[in-house]
Structures are given as structure tokens and as C-alpha cells.
T-cell receptor
Framework: GAGVSQSPSNKVTEKGKDVELRCDPI?????LYWYRQRLGQGLEFLIY????????KSGLPSDRFSAERTGESVSTLTIQRTQQEDSAVYLC???????????FGPGTRLTVL | RKEVEQDPGPFNVPEGATVAFNCTYS??????FFWYRQDCRKEPKLLMS???SGNEDGRFTAQLNRASQYISLLIRDSKLSDSATYLC????????????FGGGTRLMVKP
């Protein structure tokens, strides 16, 4: 079946602009995660959605970052007033109920000039 | 203390060697455990789930030690293609069944 998809695959933007990244989870997956991965670094947790529960936003690095998800469908991650240190690959993952294994999307590579 | 901890490595081993990684987790209520593999500039992919009784998939063996709160991954007869970062993933057992990722262990298999 279809896996997790993300768009765009690459995004180049100028410092100070806002960007919106999209994630389409696997159908039926109630949980959705956003991670950031800087070059040569590990995964950095950003936010976790589980069904209709309040999201766990504890990983968002600043108030310039926000994410939305409607029900169990698409999620968008928005970064306002981008900074050069926001340059990274943003990965989305989704998993079924009960904490089973997650599948990852291919990521969005963000470059802030 | 981090919820899921791994030795970042790198582990440099020759082809054909056997190598093992451990991963410790802090929450004794953790319920599900997984190993993922991440190749350079790629997304992580599920390598194997870790069951209480241990499980084996070809050259790969995963073990769970609940008493000491760690999981392990053993790779026998290492291949050059095994070079990657191996991520330990734990369902930390909170109300939302959230999966928590370790920082990864980098493996380099040399000819």
C-alpha cells in the first residue's frame, strides 16, 4: 500500500520567509510524528499527534514552529520567519494504534539562505 | 537521563565480523521495541521488531532484557552493505503510546 508521503521534497527559501511542509500519513494510522534531522545529526523530535488527543508539542524548538493535523489525515508543519539554523531534513512518520512500528516519509529538505 | 540511550559509535568492524549494539530505556512500563536502520541521506526504515522471547532474521538477532531495561541487536557475518546508523525505538508506555527514538549507533563495515 501507499506509504507516508511528504511535500515538497526540497524547499529553498530566504531567511525571514514562512514555509509550510506537508505530510500525508498511511491511511488508518492514528499517530503522526514530525522530526528534524540536521546534516550528520540524529533525529530531533518536534511534535506528536495521536488521534483526537491534544498533541505533544514538547519538541518544538521555538514559537516560530507550529503544526496542525485534522483528525487522522494530513498534517502541516509551519515555520515562520525562517532562520538559517532551520536548514535540515524534516521527516514525518505515522504509526497504527497501540504503538506499533512507524513508517517514515522521504522527508523535506529545507534550505534557508 | 534520556528515555532511550545508545552509544553513538562509530563502530568500525571488518567484513565478516560479529558486532552487537545495546540500547537502554528508562521506563519500565515500555511495551514495544524496534530496531530501525537509517542509511546516509535516507529516511529510517524498520529493521525488526523486538519480542520478549528474542527474534532472529537471517544474520540479525534482537534480544530484550526487561530486568535490566535494555535491548540488543547482533549482526553476524557483517557485510559492507550493513554500514548504516541503527536506531533503537521504544514505545515508552505513556497514555498516547508514543514511540521514542534513540540517537542511533553508527556502524562502518570495512573491507
Amino acid at each position: 500500500g501507499a506509504g507516508v508521503s511528504q511535500s515538497p521534497s526540497n524547499k529553498v527559501t530566504e531567511k525571514g520567509k514562512d514555509v509550510e511542509l506537508r505530510c500525508d500519513p498511511i491511511s488508518g494510522h492514528t499517530a503522526l510524528y514530525w522530526y528534524r534531522q540536521r546534516l550528520g545529526q540524529g533525529l530531533e523530535f518536534l511534535i506528536y499527534f495521536q488521534g483526537n488527543s491534544a498533541p505533544d508539542k514538547s519538541g518544538l524548538p521555538s514559537d516560530r514552529f507550529s503544526a496542525e493535523r485534522t483528525g487522522e489525515s494530513v498534517s502541516t508543519l509551519t515555520i515562520q520567519r525562517t532562520q538559517q539554523e532551520d536548514s535540515a531534513v524534516y521527516l514525518c512518520a505515522s504509526s497504527p494504534p497501540s504503538g506499533r512500528a512507524a513508517g517514515f516519509g522521504p522527508g523535506t529538505r529545507l534550505t534557508v539562505l | 537521563r534520556k528515555e532511550v540511550e545508545q552509544d553513538p559509535g562509530p563502530f568500525n568492524v571488518p567484513e565478516g565480523a560479529t558486532v552487537a549494539f545495546n540500547c537502554t530505556y528508562s521506563n519500565s512500563a515500555s511495551q514495544s521495541f524496534f530496531w530501525y536502520r537509517q542509511d546516509c541521506r535516507k529516511e529510517p526504515k524498520l529493521l525488526m521488531s523486538v519480542y520478549s522471547s528474542g527474534n532472529e532474521d537471517g544474520r540479525f538477532t534482537a534480544q530484550l532484557n526487561r530486568a535490566s531495561q535494555y535491548i540488543s541487536l547482533l549482526i553476524r557475518d557483517s557485510k559492507l552493505s550493513d554500514s548504516a546508523t541503527y536506531l533503537c525505538v521504544v514505545n515508552i508506555g505513556n497514555a498516547g503510546n508514543m514511540l521514542t527514538f534513540g540517537g542511533g549507533t553508527r556502524l562502518m563495515v570495512k573491507p
